[in-house]
C-alpha cells in the first residue's frame, strides 16, 4: 500500500473515530439532560406532597379590625397544636390610611395584644375531628390532613378594601 493510501486510510478511521465520539458525547449530554428533567421533576414533586395549607373562607368582621379563616390542611404532615406559637401567621391588607400593611401576627389566644391570632376550633368536613382530637383548651392534639383550622386575627388599625391571610407551619408548609 502506497503512502497515500495509508494517509487516506488514516484520515478515513480518524473521521470516522471523531464521528463515533461526537455520537457519544451527544448521547451522554442527552442522558444527562434527562436526569437532570427527571430529578427537578421529583423534587417538584417532592415538594408537592408535603402539602399545603389553603386558606378558605377568610371574613372581615364587623369591627373592620379582625378576620375569620379556616385553613384546610392539605396533605401536610400532622401539625401539632404545642407548635402554634411557632406557626408564621401574616395579614396583608389596606389599612384606613390606604396603606397596604403586611403585618406578622404573633400567636396570642388570650387575646390580650393589640394584634395577633388565636385558634377557634379544628373540624373534619363540617363536624367534630376524630383522628388525634385536640382538646377544648388547645393544649394537646394534632391538626391532620383534610381538618380545618379555624382562627380568629386581628389588628389595631381598621381593615379596608382585599385581606390575604399567608400561613406557615414550623415544618415549611405554607399558604399558596
Known amino acids: 500500500m502506497s503512502s497515500l493510501g495509508s494517509l487516506a486510510a488514516s484520515a478515513f478511521f480518524a473521521a470516522i473515530a471523531l464521528i463515533s465520539i461526537g455520537f457519544l458525547m451527544g448521547m451522554i449530554s442527552l442522558g444527562c439532560g434527562v436526569i437532570r428533567d427527571s430529578l427537578a421533576t421529583a423534587l417538584e414533586n417532592l415538594e408537592l406532597s408535603r402539602g399545603v395549607l389553603d386558606v378558605e373562607n377568610l371574613t372581615v368582621l364587623s369591627d373592620n379590625r379582625s378576620v375569620e379563616a379556616r385553613i384546610l390542611n392539605c396533605g401536610a404532615d400532622p401539625i401539632r397544636v404545642g407548635e402554634f406559637d411557632k406557626m408564621d401567621v401574616i ?10 400593611k403586611a ?56 381593615i379596608r378594601g382585599a385581606v390575604k391571610l399567608i400561613v406557615a407551619a414550623p415544618s415549611g408548609v405554607s399558604s399558596p
Not at 391570632?117 to 367534630?128: A, C, F, K, V
Open 91 to 100: 395579614l396583608v391588607y389596606r389599612s384606613s390610611a390606604g396603606f397596604v
Open 103 to 158: 403585618i406578622w401576627l404573633p400567636y396570642n389566644p388570650d387575646m390580650d395584644l393589640s394584634y395577633g391570632w388565636r385558634p377557634l376550633n379544628i373540624t373534619y368536613e363540617g363536624s367534630e375531628e376524630l383522628l388525634n382530637p385536640v382538646s377544648p383548651d388547645m393544649s394537646s392534639g394534632l391538626w391532620d390532613p383534610g381538618e380545618c383550622l379555624a382562627i380568629r386575627a386581628w389588628v389595631a388599625d381598621e
